[in-house]
């Protein structure tokens, strides 16, 4: 118990928040876990094979990420991770040391590009003129700037082979609001995603110019730091890409069965994991 109530840094000129950390409060208040969030199971459903919406998901920069299968998280090992999380570092704390996930890890686990433009813009816009032009349609129920991601998927998953190009370029759009919503930058709630991404996502080009590796490992950060603090019962992010990067360098709960680096061509190195 005396080890217990000494728990935390010896030097506190770093870790300056050791007082709103979850550890400091095990032994006066218990144990209350922290439940990872993300809609990894919506995202598995989308099937995508239209050869005109892969290529444009290739010009964006979000092919490769939509290779990645969501995982059925663990929870037990992201809860013993953001136990260790510090903000003030961005670091989790080990016995040995201090580990992170790294731009580095972003780019190989998700194939998602982490250098490039800033991810930025505003969420003041006439939502249904957006939607009208980039999508083609006008969801009914847009409310504070976001809309269902069932509306989404409904409305798009399915695309004939000989849809016209206005079309395809719309689903390929939904496609990737779909895969933020999802994935990348989820909320709580669980069914529905901002608008604010979506004029970003409006040229090709200039999508695939932005940093969006770069942009999910700063919501990631700000959710573990958020996650680490006294009293918090969940954790919304990009959970994939902290238990894929758990399983690579710290083999914890790691699969047995893991797939060869050279069937990887096509694909990032996270899909080694499809299980």
Known sequence: MADLEEAGPVDESVLTEQHLHRSSFITTEGYR????IEHGRKLNQ?????????????????????????????QA?????????????????????????????????????????????????????????????????IRAGQIRLDWIYQQFHHLHLDAPAGLVAATARAYILYQIGCSLFPNPTGY?????????????????????????????????????????VECCCFATLVQIWAWDHLHVGRPTSVGAVADMADCPMGCRYDI
């Open 33 to 36: 876990g922290v439940q990872f």
């Open 46 to 74: 989308w099937e995508l094979d239209h050869p005109a919406v892969l290529d444009l998901l290739r010009q964006s920069g979000f092919y490769y990420i939509s290779r990645l299968r969501r995982l059925q998280l663990d």
């Open 77 to 141: 090992l992201l809860g013993a991770l953001i136990e260790r999380w510090r903000r003030e570092t961005q670091t989790f704390h080990f016995r040995h040391g201090e580990m992170t996930i790294t731009l580095q890890d972003v780019a190989v686990i998700s194939g998602l590009r982490v250098d490039g433009a800033p991810v930025t813009g505003t969420t003041v816009y006439p939502w249904p003129d957006i939607c009208q032009a980039l999508l083609g349609v006008v969801p009914d129920d």
């Open 192 to 232: 529905r995603v901002h608008l604010k991404w979506l004029p970003l996502i409006a040229d090709f080009d200039a999508c695939g110019a932005l940093a969006w590796g770069a942009a999910a490992l700063a919501y990631l950060y700000r959710a573990l730091g958020s996650a680490a603090l006294k009293g918090k």
